[in-house]
């Protein structure tokens, strides 16, 4: 069965503490993986990708992830956290993108709070 | 770039009546359209995917007949809440993808709708 993971429903870090959230996949094809973040009601906006290649990935606002396929893992980090970091963090897996496009699969998030 | 709106943000209706929300791609042609519902504190689950031109794909328990989606051009998706219940409150997202990066889905803001 297709399914993400994400361990850990809640974590507090202190501001400039280094972050790692993980994720689990399991999929069964070749997996296209994402991490995205969402703020209170707002949308997902777009972390970092990996399709392939090198399986550490840089994103936008200090984020990495690094694919391990033994591990069927795709950990999102940061070596410092700001307070505007605190979010809702989801990882999603989806295929190779046909004409018809390819849904994401959802892990459940982790909600990540940041102390000062 | 990689732009995707939604409109209305929040709605709040009555019992039975019906309610549109629009999802534009604005700067890419949006090929695939995806809808998808999100409760409170939990991760998004897919209603349904739709590729301009033709008939929605929905997910399993996902009633087609209430949740009604056109994708009438490359830039615009519609999901149509009809006969709407105190059930159908919810977060409603759409994702885009297509020329802009047909591996990638792009986030719109969310539709908050409340069904009094």
């Known amino acids: 069965a297709q399914s993400v993971t994400q361990p850990d429903i809640h974590i507090t870090v202190s501001e400039g503490a280094s972050l790692e959230l993980r994720c689990n996949y399991s999929?069964?094809?070749?997996?296209?993986l994402f991490w995205y973040v969402q703020s209170p009601g707002q949308g997902l906006q777009l972390l970092l990708k990996?399709?392939?290649?090198?399986?550490l990935v840089q994103g936008i606002k200090g984020f990495e992830a690094e694919f391990k396929r033994s591990q069927s893992s795709f950990n999102l980090r940061k070596p410092s956290v700001h307070w505007s970091d605190a979010a809702e963090y989801f990882c999603?897996?989806?295929?190779?993108?046909?004409?018809?496009?390819?849904?994401?699969?959802f892990g459940k998030g982790t909600t990540l709070s940041v102390s000062s | 770039g990689a732009v995707v709106s939604q409109h209305p943000s929040r709605v709040i209706c009555k019992s039975g009546t019906s309610v549109k929300i629009e999802c534009r791609s604005l700067d890419f042609q949006a090929t695939t359209m995806f809808w998808y519902r999100q409760f409170p504190k939990q991760s998004l689950m897919l209603m349904a995917t739709?590729?301009?031109?033709?008939?929605?794909?929905?997910e399993q328990g996902v009633e087609k007949d209430k949740f009604l989606i056109n994708h009438a051009s490359l830039t615009l998706s519609t999901l149509t809440v009809t006969s709407a219940h105190p059930e159908d409150s919810s977060f409603y997202i759409c994702?885009?993808?297509?020329?802009?990066?047909?591996?990638?889905?792009?986030f719109g803001p969310g539709t908050r709708l409340t069904v009094l």
């Open positions: 994702s885009a993808s297509g020329t802009g990066g047909a591996d990638t889905q792009y």
């Open positions: 999929y069964g094809a070749t997996p296209y």
């Open positions: 999603a897996v989806g295929g190779r993108a046909n004409q018809a496009g390819t849904a994401l699969i």
């Open positions: 990996y399709f392939s290649g090198d399986t």
């Open positions: 739709s590729n301009e031109g033709s008939k929605a794909t929905y």
